[in-house]
């Protein structure tokens, strides 16, 4: 059923397929520039040795990994279509003929209708989009940028290893090739206030992007992020205060862009803080209950000024 208060991910691929898709996330074994030395080590500040996954399936194939995913999940929620996400670190960061043979394996799988392929936006040079442009020809292909927020400063701080106009390029770019794109944000980054998120919000809202992920940054254990909590450096946001910038931030987003997520997914056994994001139901029953009672929904305070990239570099501070 769609969801009045936001446009969700299950309902857009519903929409798209005419059946339940779910996403499968897959490690495909690659690292990251600013891990690997060629911008830094270590990567951002809130990022451990597995990134973005749990390192769990890097020594599986892909099509094993797709194989026990589809198994699940077709049990869990009855899906009959799946996407391959290449989730872990950055996907395009390899030799071209190395991505290509991870892609058109995952594509070999059946009921694979398409790929979702998580990345840094300086990690997309005109071969790696030229090679997911040809895919998308024939199948389904969405590409995830990692921005977290538009402030450089912020940027600089997390260890992020590129600037918001890096973003920007890499937009264009992409669009100009007519690929879909969904764009990762983190609330609560260090040095941030709700103005600049919400500013965040504001300057998303007048790009060409078709999807959003909104992340809360919680603490993992082994990170720099977890020095700087131990240390008393850095707060993390409470629940309601997340629910609240997540409502607004909503709000200042177009009705069209379908929201993947609300809020992150920690690993029990890795989270320091806070224990709250542990409890993901009950945080988006939040995030729903507040939007109906503050009269709140997806796009209500947007205001259509789409703007050229020199336009939206205007919006920082």
Known sequence: MSNPLYRDLNTALRERFGCRVQKISLDAGLTCPNRDGRLGFGGCIYCNSFGSGTGAARDHSITSQLESGKAFLRHRYKAQKFIA???????????LEQLRSLYEEALTVPDIVGLTIGTRPDCVDEPVLDLVAELGERTYISMEYGLQSIHNRTLNLINRGHTFETFLDAVTRTRARELEICVHVILGLPGEGKADMLDTARALGQMDIQALKIHLLYVIQN????RLYEEGVYRCLSREAYVDIVCDFLSLLPAH???HRLTGDPHKGELVAPLWALEKQANLQAIRETLQKRHIWQGKAYENKRCSATEVRRVQR
């Open 85 to 95: 996400y290449f989730q872990s670190f950055s996907n395009t960061y390899a030799p």
């Open 223 to 226: 990170t720099p992020l977890h």
């Open 257 to 259: 862009v379908v929201i």
